[in-house]
T-cell receptor
């Protein structure tokens, strides 16, 4: 059964820093990987989707990479801002399935 | 923009009541999903549907049922609500193999 781990569970950085969030998964036979953001008490906002054949995706200050063979993905956030404070979730879908298995998230705090 | 809406943001029900949570998407997506989110446990899939009238159990279907009579609408039903079903319920939709888009969530409290 696929398991997704996100470390650290919480991270606090000063404004302006570049940072990396980590995601690992146990079964490398994935269809795609998706990064989400969740603000307190709200739903999930999709940030980036990486198909299994891709190595990375970029959107603005966000860059996500995927190393399927080692079961890892990273989300790089450049020049962090207080508005980036949220919980970031990583999720993978298995080959032949559209179900997502989620990590428990990294809670990011960007201090002004 | 894709829009997924859920019928209520907050809901308070009594133990034993029948509860309906409604989800509507406006992008003609084939797939729809119901998750619950609990502190320390993360998001867990309850049920999903890949077509009208089709449904598949997720990881935690016990105590729940679903209905999909129209492509845009996916309902989650708690036949007899219990206190351990107090949770945040999130609906999502996707086109096959593509991004999942989530609704704002319904925070259900069962007393």
């Amino acid at each position: 059964k696929q398991e997704v781990t996100q470390i650290p569970a919480a991270l606090s950085v000063p404004e302006g820093e570049n940072l990396v969030l980590n995601c690992s998964f146990t079964d490398s036979a994935i269809y795609n990987l998706q990064w989400f953001r969740q603000d307190p008490g709200k739903g999930l906002t999709s940030l980036l989707l990486i198909q299994s054949s891709q190595r990375e995706q970029t959107s603005g200050r966000l860059n996500a990479s995927l190393d399927k063979s080692s079961g890892r993905s990273t989300l790089y956030i450049a020049a962090s801002q207080p508005g980036d404070s949220a919980t970031y979730l990583c999720a993978v879908s298995g080959a032949g399935s559209y179900q997502l298995t989620f990590g428990k998230g990294t809670k990011l705090s960007v201090i002004p | 923009d894709v829009k997924v809406t859920q019928s209520s943001r907050y809901l308070v029900k009594r133990t034993g009541e029948k509860v309906f949570l409604e989800c509507v998407q406006d992008m003609d997506h084939e797939n729809m999903f119901w998750y619950r989110q609990d502190p320390g446990l993360g998001l867990r899939l309850i049920y999903f549907s890949y077509d009208v009238k089709m449904k598949e159990k997720g990881d935690i279907p016990e105590g729940y049922s679903v209905s999909r009579e129209k492509k845009e609408r996916f309902s989650l039903i708690l036949e007899s609500a219990s206190t351990n079903q107090t949770s945040m319920y999130l609906c999502a939709s996707s086109s096959s193999g593509q991004e999942q888009y989530f609704g704002p969530g319904t925070r259900l409290t069962v007393t």
